[in-house]
């Protein structure tokens, strides 16, 4: 039996979600309006406000409009609210379910859904007896609607679309429809800065007081300045560079002009805290777009941070290039770098620095771990160079056979590399052909009636993408085993002709 209470103040709610605008005009916010409106005016009753929420999904109630209703709602302000449907209020069953079972009650509101005949001031109606159902229902739209929404944008990742609303630093979103990065001149400059001064053994850190020495604009205004768009301001927004963000561009490979994406997930679909995902779950599409290093440089950053130790810096921020390479003849353990002023220049202006290693586990635990193992930095730079000029006159004096060796070495293990990739090829060929019968099977049980119809539209989506994956990577491999083959026949005939001239 419907309520006798004739003085109702009304709160109208009215929302509409990125997936809801596919829907057209008969979701949008205006149309939500206008019926709502008009409804609560048939029914004579006061309209103290309409609240809103454009493009926020109903999984969540921190919404701003439908927060601020609820607090008029529980502050007496209103006591009616008037929504198209229940998916309007939301999407989360539980959620639902506590306001209208347990909240309005107890704050004496009145709740209307207009489409679904649901008026909780007569709940002996049929849809009041339907709507816990209605609840899970909409809350599986929900879940049905972002695995939709995951997938699309994992194939869109896994074909080379770019997603981010931004390029990294050096980088500009380009006008193509898969957005892939191009190269800003400007920024892309300081980015090989720092990756050469990296490789060269300045910490991120020191990179970063250099930059700012310098007055360059850190990534985020560097982007507002000239493309005109907002700043996320974090802490108190000082207009400078800091060893955090230098390292995250030292370890972001689109500079090498790959692109890795879906590296942060959400909990679930009501949860929407970020985590991390493992390197191993995440989309890497090579080569996609112009690269701001070379390989060669990247890989050198990796190994100075790859390092044992990082040594000890001078207050210039220099780290010696032997830093991290030694290690204790009889422990194992790291040599540590040290570093001491010379008696004789200690009181000038700018002393120069004197160098040392020694056993790290010494100096950390004393000589009952272990002994000394002091040798004096410069003496070891002598040794190396001495070994570095041994073998480059190896090199000249029998050139022949050092390119020889070095030619047998390396043709082995691209035979090894090419023997992986041509077994690679022939395993994923057996697969194109399982799936090629599976896909063929889901179609013949569908048509004798074995298998329903939206199982076997799931069975042929997933068998499609895995078949599409695998062609193009056996496609990349047979290209790269064609071009390998091709080059080396041209080798040797260039090798032959030399041959035959001499």
């Known amino acids: 039996m419907k309520s006798k209470q004739d003085n109702y103040i009304a709160g109208i709610y009215v929302r509409l979600s990125k997936d809801d605008e596919r829907a057209g005009e008969s979701l949008s916010i205006e149309n939500q309006k206008l019926l709502l409106t008009q409804y609560a005016r048939e029914q004579g009753w006061v309209i103290h406000d309409i609240y809103a929420d454009d493009g926020i999904s109903g999984t969540t109630f921190e919404r701003p409009g439908v927060l601020r209703l609820l607090d008029d709602a529980k502050a007496g302000i209103i006591n009616l609210i008037i929504v198209k449907d229940m998916s309007r209020f939301g999407r989360n069953y539980i959620e639902v379910g506590k306001y209208i079972d347990y909240i309005f009650p107890m704050f004496g509101i009145r709740f209307i859904a207009l489409s679904d005949n649901i008026d909780t001031a007569d709940k002996d109606t049929a849809a009041m ?63 090989r800065e720092i990756f050469r001064m990296r490789a060269r053994g300045v910490s991120p850190n020191r990179i970063a007081e250099e ?38 561009i030292l370890h972001n490979p689109t500079y090498l002009g790959n692109l890795v994406q879906q590296k942060t997930t959400s909990v679930s679909y009501k949860n929407k805290r970020r985590i991390v995902r493992d390197e191993s779950e995440r989309i890497v599409v090579e080569n996609t777009h112009e690269a701001i290093i070379t ?77 000394s193992h002091y040798i004096n930095a410069a003496e070891l730079e002598a040794l190396v160079a001495a070994d570095i000029r041994e073998k480059a006159k ?81 496609e990349q491999m047979e290209t790269q085993l064609s071009e390998k083959k091709t080059s080396a026949f041209q080798r040797r005939c260039v090798s032959f002709a030399d041959k035959e001239l001499s």
């Open 211 to 248: 930059f700012n020495a310098r007055h360059i604009l850190p990534p985020e205004y560097y982007r507002a300045e000239k493309f005109d768009t907002s700043v996320r301001r974090n802490g108190n927004g000082i207009r400078l560079w800091t060893g955090t963000g230098i390292r995250q």
């Open 129 to 191: 007896d339907m709507m816990p159902i209605m609840n899970v229902f909409n809350e599986w739209y929900a879940s049905n609607t972002s695995k939709k929404i995951r997938a699309v944008f994992k194939a869109g990742a896994q074909n080379g679309k770019y997603y981010s609303s931004h390029a990294p630093y050096g980088y500009i979103i380009g006008p193509t429809e898969k957005r892939l990065p191009i190269i800003d001149d400007e920024a892309a400059e300081n980015v």
């Open 394 to 474: 190896a090199v000249r004096l029998n050139e022949a056979e050092i390119k020889r060796e070095y030619l047998e070495r390396n043709a082995r293990m691209t035979e090894e590399t090419d023997k992986a990739a041509t077994k690679k090829i022939r395993k994923n060929k057996l697969r194109l052909a399982e799936l090629e019968r599976l896909i063929d099977v889901a179609y013949e049980d569908r048509a004798k009636g074995k298998l329903p119809e939206e199982i076997c539209i799931g069975f042929i989506k997933r068998y499609t993408e895995e078949k599409s994956a695998l062609e193009q990577e056996t």
């Open 295 to 371: 390989k060669e440089l990247w890989d050198k950053c990796r190994e100075m941070e790859k390092s044992v130790s990082r040594g000890k810096p001078t207050k210039r921020g220099y780290v010696h290039p032997l830093s991290g390479l030694l290690f204790c003849a009889d422990c194992g353990g790291k040599m540590k770098l040290s570093w001491r002023h010379s008696r004789k220049s200690r009181k000038t202006p700018d002393p120069p620095l004197r160098f040392s290693f020694d056993c790290g586990n010494r100096l950390r635990y004393g000589k009952s771990y272990c002994a």
